[in-house]
């Protein structure tokens, strides 16, 4: 059972920026890696995801703001969020993807507020 750790979360101020880490306890060379966010009221959704080979995809709302990347020798995924937005504000998850099973771990709240 893979177990993913994420961390960087926070309160921060509109225009801010924080940097979201998610660990796994085991490898993650060449698989999927994925950030999603849950607002209350809101459905889970994509905001990046980096292929095993280090192709990325964002949401439209993120481009030019979020970057994904990994660092397969620490088994873990970053997500560098610039000029944050109040409309960020939310719980973020990350998940791998290995084969046809899906692991998530327990989230971090990013709150954007003055």
């Known amino acids: 059972q893979v177990q993913l750790v994420e961390s960087g979360g926070g309160l921060v101020q509109p225009g801010g920026s924080l940097r979201l880490s998610c660990t796994a306890s085991?490898?993650?060379?060449?698989?999927?890696m994925g950030w999603y966010r849950q607002a209350p009221g809101k459905q889970r959704e994509l905001v990046a995801e980096?292929?095993?080979?280090?192709?990325?995809n964002y949401a439209d709302s993120v481009k030019g703001r979020f970057t994904i990347s990994r660092e397969n020798a620490k088994n873990t995924v970053y997500l560098q969020m610039n000029s944050l937005k109040p409309e960020d504000t939310a719980v973020y998850y990350c998940?791998?993807?290995?084969?046809?099973?899906?692991?998530w771990g327990q989230g971090t709240q990013v709150t954007v507020s003055s």
């Open positions: 998940k791998l993807r290995a084969g046809f099973r899906g692991y």
């Open positions: 085991e490898t993650i060379f060449g698989l999927y």
């Open positions: 980096i292929s095993g080979s280090g192709s990325t």
